[in-house]
């Protein structure tokens, strides 16, 4: 078992900058892939940046450049550092976390949160402008 415990929401200005961070605990050697996932009301849970293990990321398009992911391992902690934010970046930001997928490749996981076996409990982000 594997649990997460987010924290850093709050709520900023557009343009504004939060650093949100997932501390993990349990089994943590049997985790491969640790994301963030951002769900705003009325909309469907979405992937905002996955980091594998090995130190490979991936990114929303919609936060490229402006979102970094990071971890880490000997505090078992992934951050998510949220430059230049917006006011559609409003939502609450879930971190999850999985075994290795070695059939599914990163990108996958990026767009498939039901692929994350451990989820926190949520951390609320709200951007006004």
């Known amino acids: 078992q594997v649990q ?7 709520s900023v200005q ?3 900058s939060l650093t949100l961070s997932c501390v993990a605990s349990g089994d943590t050697y049997t985790i491969d892939h640790m994301g963030w996932f951002r769900e705003a009301p009325g909309k469907e849970r979405e992937g ?3 980091i594998e293990r090995s130190g490979i990321t991936i990114y929303a398009d919609s936060v ?3 979102f970094t992911i990071s971890k880490d391992n000997a505090k ?4 998510l550092q949220m430059n230049s934010l917006k006011p559609e970046d409003t939502a609450m930001y879930y971190c999850a976390a999985e075994f290795p ?3 599914m490749h990163i990108i996958v996981m990026l767009a498939t949160p039901i692929a994350f076996r451990y989820w926190g409990q949520g951390t609320q982000v709200t951007v006004s402008s």
């Open 101 to 103: 997928r070695p059939q």
């Open 64 to 66: 490229k450049g402006r």
């Open 14 to 16: 557009s343009g504004g």
């Open 48 to 50: 905002v940046a996955v």
């Open 76 to 79: 078992n902690t992934v951050y």
């Open 4 to 10: 997460l415990v987010e924290s850093g929401g709050g």
